[in-house]
């Protein structure tokens, strides 16, 4: 029977039917005017109750992806920073509110579940998938189960520090791979950058606008040889190429899935983090191992989820 997948993001609420083969038969979206956990549930319902009558079908069970830290599969959101939520019951409220069994989990995990069964991970049972956007993560398939964690955060990528001491990351840790390669700490690098004033490259690019300034800003700043950007960029794809490429060293995983914003619009980052793995993995893991990139889009936390409901 199809399931309901619902994709939690700080702004909107999108809901879809799914089938067992992991096609989207229907969907729908409601934005979060609210953040109220009570206001929030309500639009999740809204938005699945949509998705559920486009459909026209019913549905056996619920999965959510939600940006946050949840234990194990305790349905509870303990820390949720978009939403500004500590210790919320997400879970059990959407069971009671939609009359569904609910199971709740990380918005990266969903995304690598939906690539790992219906996307760029299909036919593999161990499949490592690193998400690059405003911040580092990863997902850990080992034997076809998902790799959660005693605290359910393993596979954090983003916080394994890359220089002990050094730049102060979102987390609020110091010298986390995120505070160097997420997209969020890139902007604010090139931000940076501009406002020195030793950039004339970046400013022709943005015309002096910091707000116009996005990764792919920094990465064409790069490429017209401004030195500043050139180090940043540099800097941001080493660090995110040995990064991932450890990362195969210890897990052989037979594939590697790239995704995110970052990687997806920024060729330059991803050739160095594809250089980085045929490179410096181990040749043992090296063997076999397939680099794809991620084939659902925006879609994989919302197919993801349902898959796992
Ligand atoms: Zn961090």
Redesign the pocket.
């Known amino acids: 029977m199809p399931t309901l997948g619902i994709d939690l993001g700080g702004t909107n609420a999108r809901a879809a039917v799914v089938d067992e083969r992991g096609q989207i038969l229907a969907a729908a979206k409601m934005a979060l005017t609210e953040r109220s956990p009570a206001a929030v549930v309500e639009s999740i319902a809204q938005a699945a109750a949509e998705a559920v009558a486009l459909a026209g079908v019913k549905v056996a069970g619920c999965g959510v992806g939600a940006a946050g830290q949840i234990p194990g599969d305790s349905g509870v959101l303990a820390v949720a920073p978009n939403l500004g939520w500590r210790n919320v019951p997400l879970g059990g409220l959407l069971r009671e509110r939609l009359g569904l069994p609910v199971r709740l989990v990380n918005d990266l995990a969903a995304a690598a579940w939906g690539e790992f069964n219906a996307g760029a991970g299909r036919g593999a049972q161990d499949v490592y998938v690193s998400f690059v956007g405003s911040g580092v993560g990863s997902c850990i398939i080992a034997n076809g189960q998902l790799v959660r964690g005693a605290g359910g955060v393993a596979g954090e990528l ?2 394994t520090k890359v220089i002990p001491g050094g730049r102060r ?3 609020g ?1 110091l010298g ?1 791979l ?2 160097y390669s997420g997209g969020h700490n890139l902007i604010a690098l090139t931000q940076e950058l501009l406002a020195s004033g030793r950039s004339s490259v970046l400013n022709e690019l943005t015309a002096g606008v910091a707000e116009r300034i996005t990764p792919l800003t920094l990465e064409r700043a790069a490429e017209a040889g401004d030195p500043g950007a050139v180090e940043i960029h540099a800097r941001a794809g080493k660090m995110l190429g040995t990064a991932i490429a450890n990362m195969v060293t210890v897990l052989n995983p037979a594939r590697l899935i790239l995704g995110g914003g970052v990687l997806m619009n920024c060729p330059g980052l991803r050739r160095y983090v594809v250089e980085a793995v045929q490179s410096q993995t181990s040749n043992t893991a090296r063997e076999g191992l397939l680099i794809a990139e991620a084939e659902l889009g925006d879609d994989s936390g919302l197919i993801g989820a349902a898959l796992l409901g």
């Open positions: 983003g916080h990351c979102g987390c840790e986390c995120e505070a």
